[in-house]
């Protein structure tokens, strides 16, 4: 069983869909639960889903308002930070009685897990030893004081943790010892990425042709993506003599803010604001390089799809998965960040086009990723097997 918080069209989402289908295909009876909304993309026929708003529902009882009532008019704002506490105490034991129905209809689950900061809040008293919470970054981070100390016990004390990535991982174990807190143990698996689904999907042409030869960058218009830092490098990298345009796909808060920066920049004209886009593989494939501006990647999905497409990444030098994902020669496509330096990496890319090799993208297969998930169902059960032998 997978759980998520909402099922919309994000990385936590999309990796979450590519793993559940994954797995569905090798065999598995996969069962998705959502706890919020109805779901925004549809997972193969053959997984499970199920939507269950478990927070609403323990609100319909008398008993149940009473204690919403209760802890969001006097405890929330007594104790700061703590909405999640009173909030999640209800819904793990819903969410236990859930899971106990599932069993009873479908079997035993062998594997639960959480992936999210919102579902780990949810569901932060759950217990059951078969339960994973997966990290893709390390958010709402409390401050280092006794509350602070107690909101990140409850959210990890003594559970098992999977981070999407060693620079997760690290990050994850950084925050908790400075917290003072223990996990029982703690794995990295990185996200599955459908490479055939995605060369099939680029292989469409695109609806908006862009005039001669261009860069990508694919992700949110939000802070966290950088993107001023981009259009300030790709200026640079005009007066430098570069003659690509740069199309950005992606949609979200800081979408008018970049487009007036364009403009002051002097760049309009040969940067194409898409929006979001259901299919970028079409444009990633054409693209001679993606260009990626974070100040934060659990992973970099977006680097794995290009490179499966067979197109090199540029990227600056950010916490969390990036030096996984970008090894061997693209590791000199990965600059400060800085404009200079990442004008400098753009020039880089398309004077000296780097061939994308297969082993830098396999390890992202989807076979490999669900056998990694599966060894730790077979390395929990091993003890119990032998005692029952």
Request: proline content about 6%; overall charge negative; hydrophobic content about 45%.
């Amino acid at each position: 069983m997978i759980v998520l918080r909402r099922l919309g069209t994000g990385g936590i989402e999309t990796a979450t869909m590519t793993l559940a289908n994954a797995m569905a295909a090798a065999g598995h009876e996969v069962h998705l639960l959502v706890l919020k909304g109805q779901p925004i993309q549809q997972p193969s026929p053959d997984v499970i889903v199920h939507c269950r708003d478990i927070d609403r529902e323990q609100r319909r009882s008398a008993a149940g308002m009473a204690w919403h009532l209760l802890s969001r008019l006097m405890l929330s704002p007594l104790i700061p930070q703590s909405g999640f506490i009173w909030q999640g105490w209800r819904c793990s034991r819903a969410f236990d009685a859930f899971v106990t129905d599932v069993e009873q209809q479908y079997g035993k689950l062998d594997q639960i897990l959480i992936r999210g900061q919102g579902a780990f809040e949810l569901l932060w008293r759950v217990k059951d030893p078969r339960t994973w919470r997966v990290v893709e970054a390390v958010t709402g981070r409390f401050p280092e004081n006794v509350l602070g100390r107690w909101l990140t016990r409850c959210l990890f004390k003594n559970h098992r943790v999977i981070s999407v990535s060693e620079g997760v991982k690290a990050n994850l174990q950084a925050y908790l010892d400075a917290q003072g807190v223990s996990i029982e143990t703690s794995h990295a698996i990185h996200n599955a990425v459908p490479f055939e689904a995605i060369r099939h999907s680029a292989s469409a042409p695109p609806p908006d042709e862009i005039p001669g030869p261009f860069l990508v960058h694919v992700a949110r218009l939000v802070p966290v993506k950088r993107q001023c830092l981009l259009l300030e490098a790709f200026a640079l990298a005009r007066q430098q003599g570069l003659q690509h345009r740069l199309v950005i796909i992606g949609d979200g808060s800081e979408r008018a803010r970049l487009e007036n920066l364009s403009q002051a920049l002097g760049i309009d004209n040969a940067v194409d604001f898409l929006g979001h886009q259901a299919n970028p593989y079409p444009w990633m494939a054409r693209a001679d390089a993606l260009v990626l501006s974070s100040r934060f990647e659990g992973l970099g999905i977006v680097l794995i799809e290009a490179l499966a497409l067979g197109t090199p990444c540029v990227a600056t030098r950010a916490p969390g998965g990036i030096n996984e994902v970008l090894v061997d020669e693209q590791q000199q496509l990965i600059t400060d960040a800085t404009p200079e330096a990442l004008a400098a990496g753009m020039h880089r890319a398309v004077a000296s086009p780097i061939e994308v090799q297969p082993a830098w993208i396999e390890r992202f297969s989807e076979r490999r990723i669900v056998s990694q998930f599966l060894d730790l169902i077979d390395d929990r059960q091993e003890p119990a097997d032998a005692n029952h032998a």
